[in-house]
């Protein structure tokens, strides 16, 4: 009788609400997710097809912005990866885009790219990679920070970019070599691959992925919600003459990078939570004291949405691919953890364009710009008017850079120089508004394009001219697409929250990006990254 007595008191001591919430005061593991070029309607036009178990999942039982937003401008890749984990914008952490002209030392820096490193293990050519042009604190160093580096965090991804940047300044970071198939890292990290990776890149596995061929997951036919697999608007691999299924990847390979091929499929993104999964397990993450930190980018749906564009019928198969892949990552981590004893989010780095050739047989307002052309016909003006001279060092990113020596030596006034560039680019068609940088460093803008403008200039590193094209307006060819600018189709992105101490639910009010880091900082109860602007999530982070 004793025993049975106390045995029941301690099962009522042990699901008593208080200790239920002493024992999991924290969560084991933080898994972010960034999904790169995923627009929010992606989460509800493919929903018929996706299984319970994935995207699905998370709406239903995380917690979801649907208004979520990019709040400065460009909307790429590195500044992306950047601003979610840092909660600030390129204006103060510095990543102002994946590629940009270096003033002090006249020419292009990458964002990521780091020359007093090189790699370990893969190619040298792909090893010059740290976050050190990154000048903030990002919330998986503030976990580190905060635990006296007990916490252990680890960025993954096919780009380099999408890992380096989210593993922050104290974490690690293993990148794809499209060289050699081969996942790897640079000195910043490691003098030696841990011996999990040699052993991850022994299986060899994307070979096995590029042996196969890609078809669609279900019968093309049901494919409803993509345009025609055949048309004009999408761009095709090198080797084959149209840009339909199915693709056979093993011959596709020797026309398309040997192993950088599989960027361009959904098997890269497979390949890539093999690797996420075998992370987990050879660092033991969130085995631990603390919690621990794994930084998660999906990057082939960049590749494939480029190429083929956000109504292909490619881009609906790689997303019903992905969800499967997001439900095989929440399986493992229910299984390996424990339901409730971990949280992942799930972002992107920016959204995407509709092709302009394809809105514009619609009877879409859209358009390509030639901007080889505007710049030259800017340049002969800027001679007849002010003379011979190098008057634009550098035109990139839709910014222009000025030889501000040679204005200086001409004795010209810089704004008024600048405004007549302004005034001159407008005629073009295609750029619907331009600044400067005399107006970025003096004025604040409090909304609009001009804001995110803004919110994305740094004063040490941009241009002197910012041009905004029309909505619906490329600066390319004539098939695929981008993303870069502050209209809503690269801007609104899912901002969804699952797991540990999330509550079901969803809210269309406003939220940005730079919100997502100062969430998980009151979720952890650890400080702020050190340059966010963000705002915690309250309907998260508030209990009712």
């Given amino acids: 009788m004793k025993k049975i007595g106390i045995v029941f008191l301690l099962f009522i001591l042990a699901s008593s609400p208080l200790l239920a919430q002493e024992a999991s005061k924290k969560p084991k593991l933080v898994v972010g997710i960034i999904v790169d070029q995923m627009r929010q309607d992606y989460l509800y036009r493919f929903a018929d097809r996706y299984s319970e178990g994935g995207f699905k999942r998370m709406m ?15 909307t790429y890749t590195g500044p992306g990866h950047a601003s979610v984990y840092t909660g600030t914008t390129p204006a103060t952490h510095g990543i102002i885009s994946n590629d940009w002209y270096a003033k002090s030392i006249d020419k292009m820096i990458y964002c990521a790219g780091d020359t007093t ?20 604190t990002t919330i998986t160093d503030e976990l580190r920070i905060a635990t006296q580096k007990r916490s252990k965090v680890v960025g993954v991804a096919i780009k380099d970019r999408g890992a380096s940047l989210p593993a922050g300044h104290m ?25 999990w990776v040699d052993k991850f890149n022994d299986r060899k596995l994307v070979d096995q992925y590029l ?13 409803t919600q993509s345009m025609e697999d055949d048309n004009p608007f999408e761009g095709t691999f090198s080797g084959k003459d149209t840009p339909t299924f199915p693709y056979d ?5 020797e026309t398309n990078g040997k192993f950088g091929l599989i960027s361009s499929t959904p098997f890269g993104n ?8 075998a992370a987990l397990e050879g660092e033991k993450l969130g085995m631990g004291e603390e919690t621990d930190f794994l930084a998660l980018s999906f990057s082939s749906t960049d590749y494939v949405g480029h190429r083929f564009g956000p109504q292909s019928k490619e881009i609906e198969d790689t997303y019903l691919r992905l969800d499967q892949d997001i439900e095989r990552l929440l399986n493992y981590l229910d299984e390996t953890y424990g339901k409730d004893q971990y949280v ?25 710009i030639r901007t080889g052309a505007v710049m030259n016909e800017l340049q002969s003006y800027i001679l007849a008017k002010y003379g011979v001279g190098k008057w634009i ?17 001409k004795e010209i006034n810089l704004e008024d120089f600048e405004n007549e560039i302004a005034r001159y680019l407008l005629k073009a068609d295609g750029i619907k508004e331009v600044y400067t940088g005399t107006a970025m460093r003096t004025r604040e803008f409090t909304q609009g394009r001009a804001m995110r403008l803004q919110m994305g200039y740094n004063h040490k590193a941009s241009g002197d001219i910012l041009i905004v094209l029309e909505p619906a307006w490329l600066s390319g060819g004539d098939t695929g697409t981008s993303h870069g600018t502050g209209y809503s189709y690269d801007t609104n992105v899912p901002i969804l929250f699952y797991g540990w101490n999330v509550p079901a639910g969803e809210s269309s009010r406003y939220a940005t990006i730079t919100d997502i880091a100062p969430t998980l900082s009151m979720m952890l109860n650890i400080k702020l990254p050190n340059g966010s602007t963000g705002e915690p999530i309250l309907e998260i982070t508030d209990k009712k």
Avoid: C
């Avoid at 239903?60 to 460009?74: L, Q, R, S, V």
């Avoid at 490193?117 to 990154?134: A, K």
């Fill in 270 to 277: 497979t390949l890539t939570l093999d690797f996420a999964l």
């Fill in 171 to 195: 974490g690690d970071a293993y990148w794809f070599d499209s060289n050699t198939g081969e996942f790897m890292t640079s000195t910043y990290y490691y003098d030696q691959l841990p011996k």
């Fill in 117 to 136: 490193v090189t790699n370990v293990g893969g190619s040298e050519s792909n090893g010059y990679i740290s976050p050190r042009n990154m000048l903030t």
């Fill in 249 to 253: 990847l093993k011959a596709l390979r």
């Fill in 60 to 74: 239903n039982d995380g917690f979801m912005m649907k208004n979520g937003h990019f709040n400065y401008i460009p």
């Fill in 393 to 409: 060092k550098n035109y990139s990113n839709g910014q222009l850079f000025l030889n501000h020596e040679l204005i200086q030596e």
């Fill in 344 to 368: 992942v989010f799930l972002s992107a780095d920016h959204a995407v364009a509709e092709v302009a050739t394809h809105m514009i047989s619609e009877k879409v307002p859209a358009g390509n």
């Fill in 211 to 223: 042996s196969q061929t890609w078809n669609t997951l279900y019968p093309i036919k049901t494919y």
